[in-house]
């Protein structure tokens, strides 16, 4: 670059450290000056014009992505301009930066390597550039990152860079429109430039956000599909839990549709012994009210064949007679008025053993079902003549054929099958009160002794057949 140019261009090379060039070809010129005794210019003295400015720019893109701490003092009142503003304001203040400071130039570097550029990754790591990459923005990058070589490299960009055409010889009016002109150009391309790099940092917090949005999604995917399981594993338990109290509920209400049945029949047995208790109780009542009548009968409830003048008879007299006073009440145990006596008394009760009266006197000429009528005919003509109650107990254990016999004022039982007659008019003995007259009619001998023990008075049942006969 001539220094005419650089006389006539000063606007571009404002605030940056100018190159000692025009000064050290004078020098050269005259010979004057020694080589060792000049210092050692910075890096970025040594790059041309396009390759500075375009190296000031980037690095007014990059400043934002550097920590407060690592810009420099004098450049921090720049950041809060856009970055082709912050260029052009603060053009030699961040040329002296990069050529003076180190750390600054670092912070630069490493954060151009954090972005995404194919350019800058294949700058940092030394690489092959694409002969189609633009030469400039090949410098400039190169300046900054300085990898190994980087001299060499910045040397090969700025020699690709095609030379600038000779101005024409013309009037001076056309040349300064024309630099109007490119420097409008340039910085037309420093806007778009500059817009280009906002929108790629735009682009990398927006891939960070997208980074991190979908990492949320993940989450709350992990999180769903957690809580969906715990949402099936709580409706398994409750249905666990509905089906075992839908269990124990019907356990529950079986149970207390047996406490009820147990309850209605504990109820139906206090109704059935409070009946039997009152009908015990009247039945007591019924015979006690005719004990005031009947007492001298009540005294001689069970007969015998002597009296106390038939004592006194054999005391004072000589020969007294065998047979009892005709007029006495002295009855023998086969004697059918002995049974008219005991039908007598208040309230009695009659329970006949049907089969063992039957079959003794007419088992041999009658069939079971004639002998039951007979039978059953006779004690309701007693019925009638008396105010007795009177029952009458049949062997049910064998199939009984014809209709079952009935007459007026005689209760007619059968015993249920594993049960006998016999045990069934002792139990009708043992139910009646204390002090009630029962007459049990039997010729079982076994029947007779049970009977007496529970209160009753045994007859035979030939007397019976005689009675019947007889009235």
């Known amino acids: 670059m001539s220094s005419g140019d650089e006389t006539s261009d000063p606007g571009p090379d404002a605030g940056l450290p100018e190159a000692p060039a025009a000064s050290a070809a004078g020098d050269d010129a005259s010979g004057e000056g020694d080589p060792a005794e000049r210092t050692e210019p910075g890096p970025i003295v040594f790059l041309t014009e396009p390759v500075r400015r375009r190296a000031v720019e980037i690095a007014a893109v990059a400043m934002p992505g550097l920590a407060q701490a690592r810009v420099p003092a004098r450049l921090r009142r720049f950041m809060k301009f856009s970055p082709p503003k912050r260029a052009k304001l603060a053009r030699g203040e961040l040329a002296a930066a990069l050529d003076r400071d180190e750390e600054f130039r670092a912070g630069l570097a490493e954060v151009l390597a954090s972005t995404d550029s194919p350019l800058v990754a294949v700058i940092g790591e030394g690489g092959a550039v694409s002969p189609m990459a633009d030469p400039v923005e090949v410098a400039a990058l190169t300046y900054l990152l300085r990898p190994d070589g980087w001299r060499d490299l910045i040397a090969s960009a700025v020699d690709a860079i095609p030379d600038a055409p000779e101005a024409p010889a013309a009037p001076a009016a056309p040349d300064e429109a024309g630099q109007r002109r490119i420097a409008s150009l340039e910085k037309e391309n420093g806007k778009l430039r500059g817009a280009l790099a906002d929108q790629r940092t735009a682009a990398g917090v927006l891939q960070e956000d997208l980074r991190r949005a979908r990492r949320d999604l993940r989450d709350a995917e992990e999180r769903a599909a957690k809580a969906a399981g ?131 006197a007419w088992g041999e000429t009658l069939t079971l079902e004639q002998q039951r009528n007979r039978l059953v005919q006779g004690l309701g003509a007693a019925a009638a003549q008396t105010n007795a109650e009177v029952t009458v107990v049949f062997d049910g254990a064998d199939a009984i054929f014809g209709a079952k016999p009935s007459a007026r004022g005689v209760r007619v039982l059968f015993s249920a099958k594993g049960q006998i007659a016999d045990d069934v008019v002792v139990e009708l003995a043992r139910v009646e009160p204390e002090g009630r007259p029962v007459i049990v009619v039997s010729s079982d001998q076994e029947v007779a002794d049970r009977a007496r023990r529970e209160g009753a008075y045994p007859v035979p049942s030939a007397v019976l057949v005689k009675w019947m006969q007889r009235t």
């Not at 109704?271 to 039945?283: D, G, I, Q």
Request: one cysteine or more; proline letters at 5%.
């Open 230 to 360: 715990d949402l099936a594993a709580e409706k398994g338990r409750l249905k666990h839990a509905e089906t075992e109290r839908r269990s124990e509920r019907r356990r529950l209400d079986a149970e207390v549709e047996s406490l009820r049945g147990q309850l209605d029949r504990i109820r139906k047995a206090d109704k059935e012994t409070e009946r039997l208790a009152s009908v015990r109780l009247w039945l007591l009542m019924e015979t006690l009210s005719g004990a005031a009548t009947g007492l001298r009968r009540e005294l001689g409830l069970e007969p015998v064949d002597d009296r106390p003048a038939d004592y006194i008879a054999e005391e004072y007299c000589d020969d007294p007679e065998e047979r009892p006073f005709e007029g006495s009440r002295g009855l023998g145990q086969a004697d059918p008025q002995r049974l008219d006596h005991l039908l007598s008394l208040p309230n009695p009760h009659l329970i006949v053993d049907g089969y063992n009266v039957t079959i003794s």
